[in-house]
């Protein structure tokens, strides 16, 4: 699936998009229609999202995996020599159906789930999993696209059509279709497994996560905090049935400034710890066992499939091609970042001593010393940016970003069904007026909502089987600072570049001109589209564009600004350090070579110790939270520094051609945007660079040259 970022759905077919919707109920004499099965007339053909059930998806997903199975039986009937039209092209049109069903559901079961909903899941991934290998291992299919890959010299493929066939072929070689009739009926049982058990390990995690409150009944455990802070917390309390209490999460929003702010050092301690040990507590949720069964069949699976390790297998498909140029990066990254995380240790511990106080730096202690240094340094911390960063402006600065690159525009649509009520909807538009798709964004956090963010599709470009072209359906899904009595949403700055992150995936998706429905991006290429964004953020003149005070409306002075590009090293060691503990330690687990039981606790206590994490610092997910390495991005958490490189690289063209530069700016839409997942990569990125990337821009940005 090209642009499913972050919405990691391992059981979903490899063919993605909305079919065209026609009515596939008509004569089966159904009493109550299902809106999945029918064709939908809605602005855009959108969801009818208000007109679905769970009782819905079950009836869906069996009826779509009937007639793609027909479709794939068409395909292979066809008594005519294959082609890559006949073949290659037929497959991407088929499956339509079923895929938009398993947009919608799974798209509502990461951000508006319910048991209902999670009970399907259990059901049908498994389902969806066995679908998928049928076609995979489908000997005759396969016999069709190893005849078309193998004499694909005889058509006059252009290079979409010649990086298409060269990847579904090593898709079919690499899900088992030259494996024996008893390794694949193995592999198959392996691949129910894993699909139960990462959607179990999700399950657990947002359980965890919506179980824990830190109930304050005290007022002066409330030292510290702001005023929104305090209000916020007033209303979640009242929202949980305590009224007259303040209740903290460790949905980030909530955790991240009580660290930041409160006096309370033990509740912070309480706070922190609670999350650290989300699925690794005593109760049903616990996600050590599940972790090392996903670990151990991740190796069954790569020694059948002939690759030594997990990490073997899942890097021969990206830029990286194999473990040890991870962790050539990894390792000279960390030998950089540890220091300096280590010099910003010694900052802080001083800090605390000037204070009188007699403790060591721990690691809940660093985001609220690490304010008070920021302070002390530069004169600035969170609170004085937030008034600047309205939700909806900070919004409204990425589309002007976007119509400044590219001349697109977007309108927000009111009379159309949303995913979620707190949802909105923006029709976009190209630089001529044409339809280029629809976008969905919706930013707050809730408990049927898992934690994080990401961006998705409803549905992606292609051209049908009429020729017509397809526009997508993209949405954005975050955990924002939520508004809190009279205020509107303020979001930290953190928050601002997570925005402008998942943005950049969104116009990946929205500009994408992929012909067939099956693309191939590499995992870690996909971040290089969200993570250039991020630079616009807090360029000057794009501050100046969107940040303005949400009382007063004035637009934030070039004192902050100022004090913002000063800051904008500060704290790197830290943010680099954490970061590539959980990237290091998600490659420890998949480069295990042995099928073995893991005592995951130990495991990840050995890791960190062996490459000299200190105490003051967590990894950024510890093993029984760490849903990226359970839901698409197994050794592939080193993709978003692996992009980093990328786009600090890329940026630094449009430091030096202009912002806004026009031409540049076409280029980066040619040959990346409208491109990922059709060509290679690395091809793809020179034709926009003129050249490979080099890393010293992202150590540059880091100050950890």
Request: proline share 4%; with cysteine; net charge negative.
């Amino acid at each position: 699936m090209k642009k499913l970022i972050g919405l990691l759905m391992a059981s979903v077919i490899m063919f993605s998009a909305c079919g065209d919707g026609k009515d596939k109920q008509k004569d089966k004499g159904e009493k109550e229609p299902n809106p999945l099965l029918q064709e939908w007339t809605t602005p855009f053909k959108v969801p009818p999202f208000e007109e679905i059930a769970p009782k819905h998806f079950m009836p869906a997903f069996e009826a779509t995996m009937k007639i793609h199975n027909e479709e794939i039986e068409a395909i292979v009937k066809n008594e005519e020599a294959p082609t890559f039209e006949n073949t290659i092209a037929a497959m991407s049109l088929s499956g339509q159906d079923l895929s938009r069903v398993s947009s919608v559901f799974f798209n509502l079961n990461s951000a508006n789930t319910n048991d209902s909903l999670q009970s399907i899941a259990q059901e049908v991934s498994p389902m969806l999993s066995s679908h998928e290998d049928e076609i995979k291992m489908n000997d005759k299919l396969f016999d069709k696209v190893k005849e078309v890959y193998e004499n694909r010299e005889k058509f006059d493929l252009n290079d979409e059509q010649s990086y298409i066939l060269d990847n579904v072929y090593k898709s079919f070689v690499r899900s088992g279709a030259n494996l024996s009739d008893e390794d694949q009926k193995e592999l198959k049982e392996i691949n129910k497994k894993l699909s139960k058990k990462t959607l179990q390990f999700g399950q657990n995690v947002l359980q965890e996560t919506n179980d824990f409150k830190l109930v304050i009944e005290d007022k002066e455990n409330l030292a510290g905090l702001t005023k929104s802070q305090i209000q916020k917390a007033a209303e979640t309390a009242k929202e949980a049935g305590m009224e007259g209490k303040w209740v903290f999460t460790t949905q980030k929003p909530s955790m991240i400034p009580f660290l930041q702010n409160s006096e309370k050092r033990e509740l912070r301690e309480k706070l922190y710890k609670a999350y650290l040990n989300r699925g690794n507590n005593d109760n049903d949720a616990n996600n050590n066992k599940l972790l090392s069964d996903i670990v151990k069949l991740r190796v069954q699976k790569a020694h059948l499939l002939g690759y030594e390790s997990h990490a073997d297998y899942r890097l021969e498909t990206r830029m990286a091609k194999k473990p040890e140029n991870v962790k050539e990066l990894l390792d000279n990254l960390w030998e950089k970042a540890l220091p300096a995380a280590k010099e910003e240790a010694k900052e802080l511990q001083k800090l605390i001593n000037e204070e009188g106080k007699d403790f060591e730096l721990k690691s809940w202690d660093w985001w609220y010393y690490t304010e008070k240094l920021r302070k002390q340094k530069f004169d600035m911390d969170d609170s004085d940016l937030r008034p600047y960063f309205q939700l909806e402006n900070v919004r409204e600065g990425a589309f002007d970003v976007a119509n400044g690159l590219y001349g697109i525009t977007f309108e927000k649509i009111n009379d159309i069904p949303v995913p979620h009520p707190e949802a909105t909807a923006f029709e976009v538009k190209d630089k001529d007026g044409s339809h280029l798709g629809v976008l969905y964004m919706d930013f707050f956090p809730r408990e049927s909502k898992r934690g994080g963010a990401w961006c998705s599709d409803y549905r992606e470009h292609f051209i049908n089987a009429e020729g017509e072209e397809v526009h997508p359906v993209m949405t954005v899904v975050c955990n924002f600072t939520e508004p809190s009595g009279d205020n509107p949403s303020l979001l930290s700055l953190d928050e601002v570049e997570t925005l402008f992150h998942e943005f950049g995936h969104a116009l990946d998706g929205l500009f994408a001109k992929n012909t067939y429905r099956n693309t191939f991006v590499a995992r870690d290429f996909v971040e290089l589209p969200s993570q250039i964004m991020e630079h616009w953020a807090t360029q000057p003149t794009v501050l100046k564009m969107y940040a303005k005070h949400y009382e007063t409306g004035e637009a934030i002075p070039e004192e902050l600004i100022k004090k913002i590009q000063k800051s904008s090293k500060f704290n790197q060691g830290f943010a680099t350090t954490e970061y590539l503990a959980a990237a290091m330690l998600d490659m420890a687990y998949h480069t295990i070579t042995e099928v073995k039981n893991v005592d995951v606790p130990k495991f990840e206590k050995k890791y960190l110790n062996k490459i000299g994490l200190i105490d003051e610092i967590e990894p950024r997910y510890h093993s029984t939270y760490f849903r990226h390495i359970t839901g698409g991005y197994d050794a592939g958490y080193y993709s978003y520094i692996w992009s980093g490189v990328l786009d600090s690289d890329a940026f630094a063209a449009f430091e030096e051609a202009g912002l806004f530069d026009k031409e540049t700016a076409q280029k980066f839409r040619e040959n990346v945007l409208e491109k990922n997942g059709i060509e290679d990569p690395e091809k793809l990125y020179r034709q926009f660079r003129g050249q490979a990337p080099d890393e010293k821009y992202l150590l540059e940005n880091r100050g950890l040259k």
